[in-house]
């Protein structure tokens, strides 16, 4: 899967699994058709941060969910 590209796809799979690695409950706060595709580069890099980290300290946790809301539409 080629995550450098701007799709539907993509951003509905990045979202997934942040969602599953960071176990959220609220997923409904971070649809992926309810973000901003302009802002794609930014999600990616979160994506890519939360994949390489094993684990998260709640603030931490607190911070990724806040970014991830600067991206909605």
Known sequence: MDLTTNTLENIEYMVNQ???KLKMVNIGAIKSDS???E??????EIYALVMKKTSFSPSEMQAI???LGQLRK
């Open 65 to 67: 969910a806040e970014e």
């Open 18 to 20: 942040i969602v599953t």
């Open 39 to 44: 802002k794609y580069e930014e999600l990616h």
């Open 35 to 37: 973000l901003n595709e």
